[in-house]
């Protein structure tokens, strides 16, 4: 945390981080282990209690960033945020229609999957279009800077991931 850095410095900044999709989780860790040695609450004991509670907001502030920036698809949605384009998974549910065409053959192979084998085969092809739409992502960030295809992808992911969890829980009961 330097002299400048302020509450309201968005999580790239306020981690000395570049505004991209990919990031290494080690260099995040680094940083958020850096920040909060600095700004943890304890070491401002000394200082009183307006101290302890800038302190306090400090690491919280940092907490929060780091929740968003260590998990991929919360990254990337806050990444698209800045650039004015929200995700808004919640109010807007479009998707082309060969992706929800793909939607309903996963759920009904899922729902039609007799044995480990069919799940495991649904489970790949998931993963494989899962890491496929997450290349499509950084490209849409890191290279051509496109908010809207981002949130477009992001969307996309958020499915897929609800998806693979179920899915999990079927492989694994």
Known sequence: ????????DDDFALFGLPRRFELEPAQIEQRW??????AHPDR?????????????????RINEAYQRLRDPLRRAAYWCELHGQPVQAD??????????LQQMQW????????????????LHEVQAERAARLAELTDA?????DAA???RHVR???????????????LDP
């Open 141 to 145: 960030i890191d290279r051509r800077h």
């Open 1 to 8: 945390m330097s002299e400048t850095a302020s509450l309201h």
């Open 33 to 38: 282990k850096a920040l909060q040695q600095h």
């Open 156 to 170: 996309a992911l958020m499915f897929i991931e609800r998806f693979l969890d179920t899915l999990h829980e079927r």
């Open 149 to 151: 295809a981002a949130a």
């Open 44 to 60: 401002h004991a000394h200082a009183g209690a307006a101290a302890q509670r800038v302190a306090m907001q400090w690491s919280v």
């Open 91 to 100: 109010s807007n549910t479009a998707m082309p229609p060969a992706f929800l």
């Open 107 to 122: 759920r009904e192979a899922l729902d039609e999957a007799r044995d480990q084998a069919d799940l495991q085969r649904l």
